[in-house]
């Protein structure tokens, strides 16, 4: 069946260091990957979208690159400060889109 | 300004008495989605409106209905809620498929 991985564990760094969260899939071919922010308690918040037939896109200090083939998707954050910390979701989809569970960063002062 | 609003922010209801939920949006959009999200877990998709097609999910119980009386609004009718069935409802748009999502803030349901 297919599954998307997120590190369950919340990453902890310091303001001013880049942040990478880790998307990884299985028994899945997406078209498109998307990452989310979500706040407790609230929905969640586009970020980027990044097709298979890309390798790499950018968003002011955000960052996110596609390996079709390891079945990986990378999030970046440089210069992370603390109103970044949040929950981060990947989703993949060809129409639809299927959420994983979300890494929660924590951007300490 | 608040492009999809739900209704309510939080609702509390007795087991198996029924609830709804109501989605709006401002942005025009073709596609509705309702997903379902527990605690620390993945929003998992119950059902789509592409338009007025409605596209169920296979594993969303019978439990759970939808409506879509016009482009605006779109609702969650949960017919006889159980204790399993709390959770936070959220509401998204998008402008035809593959595109991105835009979420309401949520329905957080409590089954007493």
């Known amino acids: 069946s297919q599954k998307i991985e997120q590190n369950s564990e919340a990453l902890n760094i310091q303001e001013g260091k880049t942040a990478t969260l880790t998307c990884n899939y299985t028994n899945y071919s997406p078209a498109y990957l998307q990452w989310y922010r979500q706040d407790p308690g609230r929905g969640p918040v586009f970020l980027l979208l990044i097709r298979e037939n890309e390798k790499e896109k950018r968003k002011e200090r955000l960052k996110v690159t596609f390996d079709t083939t390891l079945k990986q998707s990378l999030f970046h954050i440089t210069a992370s400060q603390p109103a970044d910390s949040a929950t981060y979701l990947c989703?993949?989809?060809?129409?639809?889109?299927?959420f994983g569970k979300g890494t929660m960063l924590l951007v300490s002062p | 300004d608040a492009m999809v609003i739900q209704n309510p922010r939080y609702q509390v209801t007795q087991f198996g008495k029924p609830v709804t939920l109501s989605c709006s949006q401002t942005?025009?959009?073709?596609?509705m989605y309702w997903y379902q999200q527990k605690s620390s877990q993945a929003p998992k998709l119950l059902f789509h409106?592409?338009?007025?097609?409605?596209?169920n999910e296979a594993d969303t119980p019978d439990n759970f209905q939808s409506r879509r009386p016009n482009t605006s609004f779109c609702f969650l009718d949960i017919r006889s809620p159980g204790l399993g069935d709390a959770a936070m409802y959220l509401c998204?748009?998008?402008?035809?498929?593959?595109?991105?999502?835009?979420f309401g803030e949520g329905s957080r349901l409590t089954v007493l």
């Open positions: 942005l025009n959009h073709n596609v």
């Open positions: 989703a993949l989809g060809y129409s639809t889109l299927t």
């Open positions: 998204a748009t998008s402008r035809g498929m593959g595109g991105e999502l835009f």
């Open positions: 409106y592409y338009d007025k097609d409605f596209n």
